[in-house]
Structures are given as C-alpha cells and as structure tokens.
C-alpha cells in the first residue's frame, strides 16, 4: 500500500530552528508537496520538490531524496505563526496526490 | 482570500436532514476537489470534477452526492448522515485534474452531526 509517515506533534522555540520529516512509499513519484494549515483555516502551498536537493524560499526550505523516499521541510527563525499543522503529499504514477497525517507544530516564546 | 470560498463555516445537523455544501472558485481552475478531513488522519479524497465532468469517486457512501453545474461552482450534498460523518470538508481547486500544479483549498464547512 502506499504510505505517508510524518511526526504527529513537535514543539520548537520562537527564533529557533526546526525540521519536520516525512518519509513516503508509494506506487510511483510525480513530486512532493508540502502545505501549511493553520487551525480552522485552509491549507495552502509552500513547496514542491520533484528533484533531488533542496529548495529555499525565504525562511522555509524544503528537501528531497527520492532514493531514500525521505523530504524535510526547514523553518528557520521560528515565529509565532508558524504555529500550524505541516502536510506532506506526494504525487503518485496516477498522478494521485497521497497525503500525510500532518505535523502539527507548536512554538513556545 | 484563498479565491476558494466555501460556504457554511459550520454546519450542525441531525442524521435525517439534509443540506448542501457549496464551493466557489475565483481562480478560473479547471479541476475542483472535495476531501473529507478528520483530525489526526490524511486528507481524504472523495471527488473530482474536471470541466464539471466527475473523473473520481473514491468509493465514497452514497449518502454524499456531490453536483457541479459549472467549472466554478461545486455542491456536496448531504442525506442520512451518520456521525462517523463529522468532519471538516474542504473544498480545492487547480489548473487541471492530476497535474503538478498546487491546489487551492477553500478554509472549510466544519459538519458536525448529532
């Protein structure tokens, strides 16, 4: 079956750093998304990876190794809002997005 | 603004009522999602319409009945829901169905059923 693993809950300090992984098997790769939700509202896009490495957009990075099945997202300067739920989600062969649990992330002051 | 608004924010009914959902998209998308959202678990995919043409159903019970009258405007309707329904129901768009583009997601009916 296909499979999306990520941390259920992680706690981190305002102006810190903090990486939260997400490990997948499925049928085929077509990219990775990562998207943020904050409580009661909508989740909305922050990275796609289809290659290996990573990509920075401005304090978030986001990581891939396809051999592996392994992506992290990276937030760096932590601040207050960033206190969300972090979904993974990869595109499969069918072009199916398989999505995570979701890792919800706490900052304390 | 997501450009995806959906409609209630919440919603209370019991289990032999019926109502509707409703989803609308400002993004001139092509495809529109509904997905099912229960805490601690995935998304849930349950339907997929591409130019108001249904391309998925993910076995979902037949007590949800999802309607598209055009690539705008997106319905799920709702009859004899049981509480293992309760849930937050999003509702997404994108460019075109399975591509590689991101989908945006409105911010959700909260349906809780008595």
């Known amino acids: 079956g296909q499979n999306i693993d990520q941390p259920t809950e992680m706690t981190a300090t305002e102006g810190a750093i903090v990486q939260i992984n997400c490990t997948y098997q499925?049928?085929?790769?077509?990219?990775l998304f990562w998207y943020q939700q904050h409580a009661g509202e909508a989740p909305t896009f922050l990275s796609y990876?289809?290659l290996d490495g990573l990509e920075e957009k401005g304090r978030f990075s986001s990581f891939l190794s396809r051999s592996k099945g392994y992506s992290y997202l990276l937030l760096k300067e932590l601040q207050m809002k960033d206190s969300a739920s972090y979904l993974c989600?990869?595109?499969?062969?069918?072009?199916?997005?398989?999505w995570g649990a979701g890792t919800k992330l706490i900052i304390k002051p | 603004e997501t450009g995806v608004t959906q409609t209630p924010r919440h919603l209370v009914m019991g289990m032999t009522n019926k109502k509707s959902l409703k989803c609308e998209q400002h993004?001139?998308?092509?495809?529109m999602y509904w997905y099912k959202q229960s805490a601690k678990k995935p998304l849930e995919l349950m339907f997929v319409y591409s130019l108001e043409e249904r391309v998925e159903n993910n076995s979902v019970p037949s007590r949800f009945s999802p309607e598209c009258p055009n690539s705008s405007h997106l319905f799920l309707h709702l009859h004899t829901l049981q509480p293992e329904d309760s849930a937050l129901y999003l509702c997404?768009?994108?460019?075109?169905?399975?591509?590689?583009?991101?989908?945006?997601f409105g911010d959700g009916t909260r349906l809780s059923i008595l």
């Open positions: 499925t049928s085929g790769f077509n990219g």
């Open positions: 990876n289809v």
């Open positions: 993004l001139g998308h092509n495809a």
């Open positions: 989600a990869v595109m499969d062969s069918n072009y199916q997005l398989i």
């Open positions: 997404a768009s994108s460019q075109e169905p399975g591509g590689i583009q991101p989908q945006h």
